[in-house]
């Protein structure tokens, strides 16, 4: 789970509170009135011109060729535009998340490869693991939180689809009625520095626990690519649920930041594909001097604020 939300899409329109959500959606807007506009307005995004778009009859998705036989599938019509990428080698490929689960990303993946797939997941949150019930290899780092997530749910997905949250038209064959994330298996336990070979190609995972304590991200060393889930993407990261870690956080991003040398190119999970190695560096900086008190607090709903440091920001719980 990722970007912030637009105030409205937070709002049924049935509440009992919605006369109060329209009154934060005032009194918000006038504080961050670059994150409270509506997601929708943003779309397209303009980053998406420069990159090769490929499967373009694809109506929920959009694939993005970002790098020779990488693949970024994203999905623009749901408040999250979360991207999932799928890495091919020549025997094989991973794929690295799986999405929302509200169009079919199996068919997508085998328009783009007749390789084996195995999926990885950046974490477990709902917004990532959708499609993982599609595929037989299901690669799970060995936590309580991921063993949890793998029995699926309904109250995170239905959520993903209320009033709001989604742009354009659900695919034909969707059912909102019973939408859920279905359960998965996972195949094999992995860990930090866990390998796959998936032929003249490898991928490691970096263990980058503090979004999630199962939070990976995953390098192509070879290649110069950082897949980095939701520890960077360009959009507020969300740093407030109960699950999450800031001491470990801070410990991982100084650790990407470490690798920044070796990389060409960033790839997070949520809103545009492609980032500069630079902003590594720069998203240490920024949770430093937000956890130092030196960043302003952009008053959000529930007792949040988004920390605007630079180019990053952070979704946190206020500080009191
Ligand atoms: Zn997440």
Redesign the pocket.
Known sequence: ??KLKSLRGLCAPISVLSVLCIFLSFSAAAQTSTYTQDWCKALPRPEYKALQRVLPNETWFEVYKVAPATFAIYEPHQSEETISYLIVGTKQAVLFDTGMGIGDLQKVVRQLTSRPVVVMNS?T?D??VGDNWQFPFVFGMDTEFTKKNAKGSVEDAQAEIASGEICGDLPAKFDPKTYRTKPWHISIWIHDGFKVNLGGRTVEVIATPG??PDAVSLIDRENGLLFTG?TYYPAPI?LYRPETDLDAYVASVKKLAALAPSVKLVLGAHNIPVAEPSVLAELVTAIENVRAGKIAAQPQSDGKAIYKAGKISFLMKAAK
Do not use: G, N, R, S
Request: net charge negative; aromatic share 10%; proline share 10%.
């Open positions: 789970m990722p974490h949150h917004d990532h979004h999630t939701d969300w």
